[in-house]
T-cell receptor
Framework: EPEVTQTPSHQVTQMGQEVILRCVPISNHLYFYWYRQILGQKVEFLVSFYNNEISEKSEIFDDQFSVERPDGSNFTLKIRSTKLEDSAMYFC?????????????FGNGTRLTVT | AQSVAQPEDQVNVAEGNPLTVKCTYSVSGNPYLFWYVQYPNRGLQFLLKYITGDNLVKGSYGFEAEFNKSQTSFHLKKPSALVSDSALYFCAVRDQAGTALIFGKGTTLSVSS
């Protein structure tokens, strides 16, 4: 079964540094998402992306964050000037279309630790 | 804006007994409702969804969920729990206009042998 793959599985960075989290969505999917989960708790929506544009974003997704799909396969989340509170599990997801009933398929996540 | 409430942080059930994990939602218009399961150090795994039609939807691993429009609820159920069902369960909602799924805070299901 096709999978969403994320790299790296664990990223450690120092406060103030920039990180890029990478994702390869399922190949025929058109919508892409980033979510984060702090300490195994609530899963928070960050951003959705379609046709090389942001479709929706949450209040969490401020100027510190950016997304892009640089080469038609990878989907990346960049966090500039990381803060301690950015430490979380970041999940990438993709869906086949934006039809309301289309489920999201998640990767196994990247654990980001900011020290 | 849409929202989801999962009133129980943890549900404990003995193996072989029926289980229910509760979820209520708030959304403009007709909802699209989902249940996901998360095992330790893994991503969220899709279990089932409600779009329209029958109020009882069946999903993976013997799980089912009952949609109740008047109570704005979408409770997850299973007739006979297994120890391997122990995990973190998330309810999620999407409205007709949005792309994002909005998740509840999650309920830890613990099935004892």
């Amino acid at each position: 079964e096709p999978e969403v793959t994320q790299t790296p599985s664990h990223q450690v960075t120092q406060m103030g540094q920039e990180v890029i989290l990478r994702c390869v969505p399922i190949s025929n999917h058109l919508y892409f998402y980033w979510y984060r989960q702090i300490l195994g708790q609530k899963v928070e929506f960050l951003v959705s992306f379609y046709n090389n544009e942001i479709s929706e974003k949450s209040e969490i997704f401020d100027d510190q964050f950016s997304v892009e799909r640089p080469d038609g396969s990878n989907f990346t989340l960049k966090i500039r000037s990381t803060k301690l509170e950015d430490s979380a599990m970041y999940f990438c997801a993709s869906s086949e279309n934006r039809q309301g009933g289309s489920p999201l398929h998640f990767g196994n996540g990247t654990r980001l630790t900011v020290t | 804006a849409q929202s989801v409430a999962q009133p129980e942080d943890q549900v404990n059930v003995a193996e072989g007994n029926p289980l229910t994990v509760k979820c209520t939602y708030s959304v403009s218009g007709n909802p699209y409702l989902f249940w996901y399961v998360q095992y330790p150090n893994r991503g969220l795994q899709f279990l089932l969804k409600y779009i329209t039609g029958d109020n009882l939807v069946k999903g993976s691993y013997g799980f089912e969920a009952e949609f109740n429009k008047s109570q704005t609820s979408f409770h997850l159920k299973k007739p006979s729990a297994l120890v391997s069902d122990s995990a973190l369960y998330f309810c999620a909602v999407r409205d007709q206009a949005g792309t994002a799924l909005i998740f509840g805070k999650g309920t830890t299901l613990s099935v004892s042998s």
